[in-house]
C-alpha cells in the first residue's frame, strides 16, 4: 500500500522535472551569440531524451503505483462493507435480546420476580447469565465499532492517497510534453544543421573532385614528358629521374576497426526465453510508455520480454531494480536486467558477450549496444 510520505514525495518527484527543462534549448537569445555547431545541438538532444526518459519512468512508476493504490482502497471498502454488515447484525441481536427480557419480565421488577419465583437460586443465576451475556455483547458492539471507526479512517486516507498519486501522475504528463516539445524543436534545429553541413560537404567534394581532376590531368602530362626524356635521354638522365619518382612514398593502410562483438547464444529455459524475445524486438520503434508487441520504451521491453518466459514485471525501471537479487559486472549472465543513472531512469536486458538489448531514445530503435555504453546503476537477477 502506498503510504502518505511515499504520495508526498511523488508530488515533490513529479514536479522536479518540469523545473528543470525551463532553461532554453533552442529560443533564439538576445545577444549576438555564434549558431550552436552540430555536436552541441546532438549533446543537446541527447540529453533531452533522457530527460523525458526520466520523465516517462516517473510516470509508470505513478501508474503502477496508482495501481496498487486502488486495489488497497478496493481491498479496504470491502472490509468496511463487511464490518458493517457484522456490526448492523450485532445491533439486531442486542435489540431482540432486550425486547426478550422486557417481554419476559412483564414490567414487573426484577425483586418482586424473584420473590415469587418457586426457584429463587435459579431465578438468579438466569439474570446473571443473561447480564453476563448482556456485558459480552456489549463488549464486542464497542470492539466493532472500534474497527469500523479504523476502517473508515483507513478509506479516508486511501481516497487521499489516490488523489496524491492522480495529481503526480497528472504532472509526470505535462513534464513529459514539456519535454517532448524541447525535444522536437532541437530534432528540428538538428536537421537543418544536418541539411546545411550536406550542403556544404557536397560543394566541398565537388571542389576536391574538380582538383583531383585537374591534378590528374597535370601528373600524365609530367608522366608523358618524363618517359619523352627517358627514351631520348642518357643513362645518366634515366638514373636522376627514376630517384625524383621514387620520393612519394605509397601510403599505409588504415587498419579496419574491430567488429562488434555478437549476442552470446540464448541459454535454454525461461532465461533463454526472455533473452529470445529481447532479441527478436531489435528494429522495433521507441515509442514513450510502450510495452510491445511492436513498439517499446525501456522498461517496457524487459517487461515484455520476461512476460514471455512466465515472470510478472511492473512496467517502471525504478520497481524492476528491486526485483530479484543483485549481481556483479563480473558475474552478469544473459538475462540479467542492467539498470542505468541516479535515479535510476533505463534499463536493459544483457544478452552476453558484454552486449545489451535495450530500448534507447526515440531516435533509435531496439538495438544491442555495448553493456558499458551508460554509467551503470544497479544489476539485477530475475527468475
Request: with cysteine.
Amino acid at each position: 500500500m502506498v503510504t502518505g510520505h511515499t504520495s508526498r514525495a511523488l508530488r515533490l518527484t513529479a514536479g522536479l522535472g518540469a523545473a528543470v527543462l525551463v532553461a532554453g534549448v533552442v529560443a533564439p537569445s538576445a545577444s549576438a551569440e555564434p549558431d550552436p555547431t552540430i555536436a552541441e545541438v546532438s549533446d543537446r538532444v541527447e540529453r533531452l531524451y533522457h530527460e523525458a526518459e526520466q520523465a516517462i519512468e516517473r510516470y509508470n512508476t505513478i501508474n503502477e503505483q496508482v495501481a496498487v493504490a486502488r486495489t488497497d482502497l478496493a481491498s479496504v471498502r470491502a472490509d468496511v462493507r463487511e464490518q458493517r454488515s457484522e456490526t448492523e447484525d450485532l445491533r439486531v441481536q442486542v435489540e431482540q435480546l432486550v425486547l426478550a427480557q422486557v417481554d419476559s419480565t412483564g414490567g414487573v421488577d426484577t425483586t418482586a420476580r424473584m420473590l415469587g419465583s418457586e426457584d429463587p437460586d435459579a431465578f438468579i443465576a438466569s439474570m446473571v447469565a443473561m447480564r453476563s451475556y448482556s456485558d459480552h455483547t456489549a463488549d464486542l458492539l464497542t470492539s466493532f465499532e472500534n474497527a469500523q471507526a479504523q476502517l473508515d479512517l483507513r478509506v479516508q486516507q486511501a481516497r487521499a492517497q489516490l488523489a496524491d498519486i492522480s495529481a503526480a501522475k497528472r504532472q509526470a504528463a505535462e513534464e513529459k510534453a514539456t519535454t517532448d516539445e524541447k525535444a522536437n524543436a532541437a530534432e528540428e534545429l538538428l536537421a537543418q544543421l544536418e541539411e546545411e553541413r550536406a550542403q556544404r560537404i557536397a560543394e566541398r567534394e565537388a571542389r576536391q573532385e574538380a582538383r583531383a581532376e585537374r591534378i590528374a590531368a597535370r601528373e600524365a602530362e609530367q608522366e608523358a614528358a618524363r618517359e619523352d626524356r627517358i627514351i631520348a635521354g642518357a643513362e645518366s638522365q634515366v638514373s636522376r629521374d627514376g630517384n625524383r619518382g621514387a620520393t612519394t612514398e605509397a601510403p599505409e593502410p588504415a587498419t579496419p576497426e574491430p567488429a562488434t562483438p555478437e549476442p552470446a547464444p540464448a541459454p535454454s529455459g525461461e532465461v533463454g526465453g526472455a533473452v529470445s524475445t529481447a532479441l527478436a524486438q531489435v528494429g522495433d520503434a521507441y515509442v514513450w510508455a510502450a510495452q510491445g508487441p511492436d513498439a517499446f520504451d525501456c522498461s517496457g521491453l524487459t517487461m515484455y520480454s520476461w512476460a514471455a518466459a512466465g515472470v510478472s514485471l511492473p512496467h517502471s525501471a525504478a520497481m524492476q531494480s528491486t526485483m530479484g537479487v543483485p549481481v556483479t559486472r563480473e558475474s552478469l549472465q544473459p538475462g540479467d536486467l542492467v539498470f542505468y543513472y541516479s535515479p535510476i531512469s533505463h534499463v536493459g536486458i544483457y544478452a552476453g558477450n558484454g552486449q545489451l538489448v535495450h530500448a534507447a531514445n526515440p531516435s533509435a530503435p531496439v538495438n544491442v549496444t555495448s553493456v558499458d555504453s551508460m554509467p551503470i546503476a544497479a544489476m539485477r537477477r530475475i527468475g
